[in-house]
């Protein structure tokens, strides 16, 4: 049962447009999102994240949108660079008192064209 | 380079054998987290350590076993292992316990179990 789910294997944006990656999950005891991006040969690296008390968090050409009540988020690059031609992986934390388990989807991969 | 290390990088045994996976955190990171990414397969969490004590528990199977030694580097024990154990599998490591803890991951180790 995927409880974190990435229903786009792969999107195609032309550089310099915007980039949307969506996430869906389930848990309604999931507190804490956040993106990762890998590259091929390397494991994932920290993106971005947002607190289940925020609905948008923003970090220069990214932002992450959160919509609790679809139990959907989105992570949103403008503008798209060729360099963010990668894997993005959404996760989902849960847990308390710095005990957490953390759910990946299985990834969108993005490709960017110049 | 995230400063975390993983050896070996690559790894080809038959099934029923034992492996032994190895981490080190970046300096200074008190947790270390086990992962497995099976083809087409998001990141599976398996196991955390902080400071040499388990932490959380995902989903690992009771032939795998994990430990954190006192130097802080940390080993995953694939035992009886199965065709279908063959991932790459990934370590990450972060300072504390807190869910806004970045981590950091390795490049990974690739099993293959033939």
């Known amino acids: 049962d995927q409880q974190v789910k990435q229903n786009s294997p792969s999107l195609s944006v032309q550089e310099g447009r915007i980039s949307i990656l969506n996430c869906d999950y389930t848990?309604?005891?999931?507190?804490?999102f956040l993106w990762y991006k890998k590259y091929p040969a390397e494991g994932p690296t920290f993106l971005i994240s947002i607190s289940s008390i925020k609905d948008k968090n923003e970090d220069g050409r990214f932002t992450v949108f959160l919509n609790k009540s679809a139990k959907h988020l989105s992570l949103h690059i403008v503008p798209s660079q060729p360099g963010d031609s990668a894997v993005y992986f959404c996760a989902a934390s849960e847990g308390t008192s710095g005990t957490y388990k953390y759910i990946f989807g299985t990834g969108t991969r993005l490709k960017v064209l110049a | 380079d995230s400063g975390v290390t993983q050896t070996p990088k690559h790894l080809i045994t038959a099934t029923g054998q034992r492996v032994t996976l190895r981490c080190s955190p970046r300096s200074g990171d008190l947790s270390v987290y086990w992962y497995q990414q099976s083809l087409d397969q998001g990141l599976q969490f398996l196991i955390q350590y902080y400071n040499g004590e388990e932490r959380a528990k995902g989903n690992i199977l009771e032939r795998f076993s994990a430990q954190q030694f006192p130097d802080l580097h940390s080993e995953l024990n694939l035992s009886s292992l199965e065709l279908g154990d063959s991932a790459l599998y990934f370590c990450?490591?972060?300072?504390?316990?807190?869910?806004?803890?970045?981590?950091?991951f390795g490049p990974g180790t690739r099993l293959l179990v033939l």
């Open positions: 990450a490591s972060s300072v504390g316990v807190g869910r806004w803890e970045t981590q950091y």
């Open positions: 848990n309604s005891m999931f507190d804490y």
